[in-house]
């Protein structure tokens, strides 16, 4: 399979399983032509989907960095044949998603946040 194809399929298979998790994704290049995103819909997230057997880390990064817009985190979402799907972001930008996530869970703990409370 060549490397257009496969790239392709991988952000197909990305955006469908995003989906399943519950966002409204699909491959960027389906709808409007929306150049320098692969998949769309993940909500300040820029996604840079790579579906190759060797993958040059740094440089995937470096390009989701640039591709991404003011507001957007980048992140290289990628996996090889028979592998798991695995997201690569800079430490900067994983802190702060972190960093909410624990405020959500320190205010779950403390019963605050709900609806019911």
């Known amino acids: 399979m060549n490397s257009k194809r496969k790239g392709k399929r991988g952000e ?12 409204d994704t699909r491959r960027g290049q389906q709808y409007s032509g ?26 995937a990064v470096r390009q989701a ?11 290289v979402f990628w996996r090889r044949n028979r592998e798991d799907w695995l997201v690569t972001m800079r430490l ?10 624990e405020s959500g869970m320190w205010l779950k703990e403390r019963g605050e946040g709900d609806d019911n409370s």
């Open 65 to 75: 960095v640039r591709d991404a817009k003011e507001g957007e985190k980048p992140a």
């Open 92 to 101: 900067e930008d994983w802190i702060e998603l972190y960093r909410e996530w």
């Open 34 to 59: 929306i150049e320098g995103k692969d998949v769309i819909g993940l909500p300040h997230i820029h996604i840079e989907c790579k579906r190759v057997e060797r993958l040059n880390v740094y440089e």
């Open 12 to 23: 197909l298979e990305l955006a469908q399983l995003l989906r399943e998790y519950g966002y």
